[in-house]
């Protein structure tokens, strides 16, 4: 049996108690079968977390504030103001700069980790979806009446280029050759992982028939899930063709990997498995809808939102899950 630890108003913050004054909120209990869940943080509809090596980086899209909290709890700063993300994949980091998608705008935008002005780095680039990051260049994908495309721009300058052109593109991996690009997103797109060089050139299906929903690299290989059919996928990143490692990933969510396992979001559900394979776990039954998943050192950090009937948010916070 699932163990329960507690009311959402009994969670504790950083160790501490802590209550939620929405009551319609307060009686879902958070359920974990195998793991330790804390509260880092409340935001009131946290989306797009990713982090680096000491903190956490979230959108909160009812504040429209792009913040950053240390991995243990703390205070959250604003770095910018006027932000609206909206999708799980909106926010890049390196060791110099945070890199964000403003959706309301087409705007690719960039602030020093250290302080300073936004920078603005592109412009009118439609419904904008995912970002990436290499040494050189900033990579985004973005939709529109003419279609989707995979787009980049050189960190110190110039105009943005156009690598691939799809249906609708939505989730991003960027590795030393290639850029991938799942062409789907659950009622849109071409349902393909497509791969293309960096540099641009000739777009290569990678798997078809994907109506997938993350996608995710790790080593040689990349992984996604698929919205319809709920299975977690695997696929070589030099040869067309991929394979299920398990049966229990569909829905709503958000994907990622780390050195062991794939860990998916399903609704409010955190699931992982080997990523070599097997039956998939549920590591944890949160309180609200999991949009998006940070993994560091065998911990995953969840942005946590729940909206009533009336489309208004009633919970959000930013979890860490220790199995």
Known sequence: M???LGLVSCIAIAGA???????????????????TVDVLAWSPAPSSLTSDRNSLYW???????????????????????????????????????????????????????????????????GDLYAIALDRSYVYWSSNGAGGGRVRRRSRWGGLPVTLASGSFFSTLVVDAWFVYAADAHV?????????VPRSGGAKVVMSADEDAL??????????????????????????????????????????????????WSTGPILHRVARSGGP??????????????????????????ATDVDGEHVLGAIVRVRP
């Not at 108690?17 to 793991?35: N, Q």
């Not at 945070?98 to 935008?109: F, H, Q, S, T």
């Not at 998939?280 to 939102?305: F, H, M, Q, R, T």
Request: proline letters at 4%; charged letters at 20%.
């Open 187 to 195: 009622l849109a797109g071409a349902n393909q992982i497509i791969r």
């Open 214 to 263: 993350g996608l995710a690299g790790a080593g040689n290989d990349l992984y996604w899930k698929r919205f319809w059919t709920g299975d977690v996928r695997r696929a070589s990143k030099w040869l067309p063709g991929a394979t299920t490692i398990t049966d229990a990933g569909g829905g709503w969510g958000d994907l990622d990997v780390d050195a062991a396992y794939v860990w």
């Open 17 to 35: 108690a802590c209550a939620v004054d929405d009551p319609a909120a307060a009686h879902h209990a958070l359920v974990s079968p195998t793991a």
């Open 59 to 125: 959108i909160d899209d009812a504040d429209q504030t792009l913040v950053r909290m240390a991995k243990g709890g703390g205070s959250v700063a604003v770095l910018a103001r006027g932000v609206q993300g909206r999708t799980p994949w909106c926010i890049a980091v390196d060791a110099q700069h945070v890199y964000w998608l403003d959706i309301d705008d087409g705007a690719v935008r960039r602030l020093p980790l250290a302080g300073g002005a936004v920078e603005t780095l592109a412009t009118g680039e």
């Open 280 to 305: 998939g776990a549920i590591v944890a039954e949160l309180p609200a809808w999991a949009n998006s998943i940070a993994l560091d050192g065998g911990a995953a950090y969840l942005a946590l939102d």
């Open 2 to 4: 699932p163990r329960i």
